[in-house]
Structure formats: C-alpha cells, structure tokens
C-alpha cells in the first residue's frame, strides 16, 4: 500500500533482547515515521526522519533509536526490548504537503 | 497530556443514516488536522483533511468541520454505509521545517453502521 513493506509483521521475542524493524519504502518520498499503537492512545510517535541521515525524537523515544542510511529504509531499534514495548509499530512516509501514508503494521510481542 | 482527544470510544449508526465523529484539541499552534480510518489489521488510511484557514472540506460522502474558537473538529459521513465501519482517528500538525508532518493522534473511535 502506496509502497511501503514494513517487515517483520509478526515478532516474538524475550525481555532483554534486541529487535530491529525495518520499513521500505518505494515512493522516494523524505520523510518517514515510526508509530506505535496503544489501547487507550491511539497512535504515538516514536521518531521520523526528514532526510538521509536527519532523525529526531517524537513523543515517546525513550527505549528506541533509529537509522536512516539511505532513503528507502528507515530502521527502528529496540536495543534492550521491555514488555511495555509490547505494540503494534506503523511506519508512515510522507512528502511536503501530502498527508502521511501507512504501512500495514509489525505487530511485536515481548515475553 | 493529551492534546487531541475523541472522547466517544465508540459509535453505532443504522446505513444511510447520519455519522457525527467529534475530536478536540488543545494546542493552539496545530494548523493542519487530519482524519485517517483503519481496518483490522491494515495500517490507517488517509480520509481528508483541512487546514485551518478553513472551516470546511468535503470530498464525497465526508465533510470535516473545523470550529477554531472552540478547538472541535468533526466528520460527518452521509450517507453511512456498512463498509464505513472501521476505527476513526483525527490527528493533528504543528507548522515547522523539521517538526513537519509530525502528527499527534486522538485514541480513536470505532464507527459501527448496522445494515
């Protein structure tokens, strides 16, 4: 949907391991997001990119990094994961005024 | 602190009828507002959106409000249809070059439109 595979789509894993989640992109658009999804919060930024190598913080950071090495890809990194991580991840892009496009969602679980 | 809010966790309407989504915000710096629909298991879907110079945007069966004064937006859908239930969310932006498209959501509402 509108080029962008966010992969894994479904992840299990133990409490203090790390997980990276990818999302591509095939729109060449600039700018890309990482959201989680919570009951109760609707959807949250993580962080968002706004070129190669230009990332910064959104509104719940703490525990995440991000890498942007080119601009199809932009990497979110759990480095320790924690239960409270427990979401689903939506990776969005977009271009100057154009509304925000979605991927389908990495549904992670953390044991 | 949340600075969009839906109160209404839900909304059941009957097909053909109206549907009324209301969202609420609280920074007065947000200038573009947007409505997004989501489907189980899919990521959320862009609807319509208005920026705040306006009052109104339509496209189709939808219509956004804007009411600058009371901080309120809403999203009329008429005439609903039964494919129109999904969860609803509203989010918001601020202006800024790198703050651009930074979106704050509401928690959503999830719309039922009973045949």
């Known amino acids: 949907d509108a080029g962008i595979t966010q992969s894994p789509r479904h992840k299990v894993t133990e409490t203090g391991t790390p997980v990276t989640l990818r999302c591509h992109q095939t729109e060449n658009h600039r700018y890309m997001y990482w959201y989680r999804q919570d009951p109760g919060h609707g959807l949250r930024l993580i962080h968002y990119?706004?070129?190669?190598?230009?990332?910064d913080k959104g509104e719940v950071s703490d525990g995440y990094s991000v890498s942007r090495s080119k601009t199809e890809d932009f990497l979110l990194t759990l480095e320790s994961a924690t239960s409270s991580q427990t979401s689903v991840y939506f990776c969005?892009?977009?271009?100057?005024?154009?509304?925000?496009?979605f991927g389908d969602g990495t549904r992670l679980s953390i044991l | 602190d949340q600075q969009v809010k839906q109160n209404s966790p839900s909304l059941s309407v009957q097909e053909g009828r109206i549907s009324i989504l209301n969202c609420d915000y609280t920074?007065?710096?947000?200038?573009?507002f947007l409505w997004y629909k989501k489907y189980p298991a899919e990521g959320p879907t862009f609807l319509i959106s208005i920026s705040s110079i306006k009052d109104k945007n339509e496209d189709g069966r939808f219509t956004v409000f804007l009411n600058k004064s009371a901080k309120h937006l809403s999203l009329h859908i008429v005439p609903s249809q039964p494919g129109d239930s999904a969860v609803y969310f509203c989010a918001a932006s601020a202006p800024g070059v790198t703050s651009y498209g930074k979106l704050t959501f509401g928690q959503g509402t999830i719309l039922t439109v009973h045949p």
């Open positions: 920074n007065s710096m947000f200038d573009y």
């Open positions: 969005a892009i977009s271009d100057r005024n154009q509304p925000q496009h």
């Open positions: 990119s706004y070129g190669v190598k230009d990332t």
